[in-house]
């Protein structure tokens, strides 16, 4: 059975970066595809990127283009999520999710990571 | 961007009685396959969010039957047959047809 096991609950400065971790159990990693989805409080679901398996390509939406980086370290099924140049606004929960081959929806969630933008 | 707009923003259910949610998309999410890439998911209060619907219609494992999902191109809709207490939630539409993947603003289920 596949689980996705998120790092705690992070509190950081404007301009800081963060990276969040996404351990997977009863799957190997690389034969998944990974991606990141965020909520704000209050507010709904925000796509921010994931693995593409049809170019083998990370794809970020413009919004994030140059402030997120997802990596992969396959020697521990562990998935990063890494922005940067913190805002106020990038307080929220971080979700990693598995698309699911067979139908492309996110079939598997982890826990969530609340992380807090705040001088 | 395809823009996902559900109605309604909330939804207030009776127990045993059935509930409906719209979602429309800016664009077809009818693949050349036949499939729509459109998913339906519950947020429950505190959780993480669940897979209840995939392309369209499909329910997800594990998700009881009064739920279901219908539509095609741009104009789905998610029905639960008889509510119970335990569907409260946010439920989000999503479409994976075009990039950037987007969510529907959300429609609040309560009791």
């Known amino acids: 059975q596949v689980q996705l096991v998120q790092s705690g609950a992070e509190v950081k400065k404007p301009g800081a970066s963060v990276r969040v971790s996404c351990k997977v159990s009863g799957y190997t990693l690389s034969d998944l595809s990974m991606h990141w989805v965020r909520q704000a409080p209050g507010k709904g679901l925000e796509w921010m990127g994931g693995f593409d398996p049809d170019d083998g390509e990370t794809i970020y939406p413009q919004k994030f283009q140059g402030r997120v980086t997802m990596t992969e370290d396959s020697s521990t099924d562990t998935a990063y999520l890494e922005l940067s140049s913190l805002r106020s606004d990038d307080t929220a929960v971080y979700y990693c999710?598995?698309?699911?081959?067979?139908?492309?929806?996110?079939?598997?969630w982890g826990q969530g990571t609340m992380v807090t933008v705040s001088s | 961007d395809i823009v996902m707009t559900q109605s309604p923003l909330s939804l207030p259910v009776t127990p045993g009685e059935p509930a409906s949610i719209s979602c429309r998309s800016s664009q077809s999410l009818l693949h050349s396959n036949g499939y729509n890439f459109l998913h339906w998911y519950l947020q429950k209060p505190g959780q993480s969010p669940q897979l209840l619907i995939y392309l369209g219609s499909h329910r997800a494992s594990g998700v009881p039957d009064r739920f279901s999902g219908s539509g095609s191109g741009t104009d789905f809709t998610l029905k639960i047959s008889r509510v119970e207490a335990e569907d409260v939630g946010l439920y989000y539409c999503m479409q994976v047809l075009h990039t950037p993947l987007t969510f529907g603003g959300g429609t609040k289920v309560e009791i």
């Open positions: 999710a598995r698309r699911a081959d067979l139908h492309d929806a996110f079939d598997i």
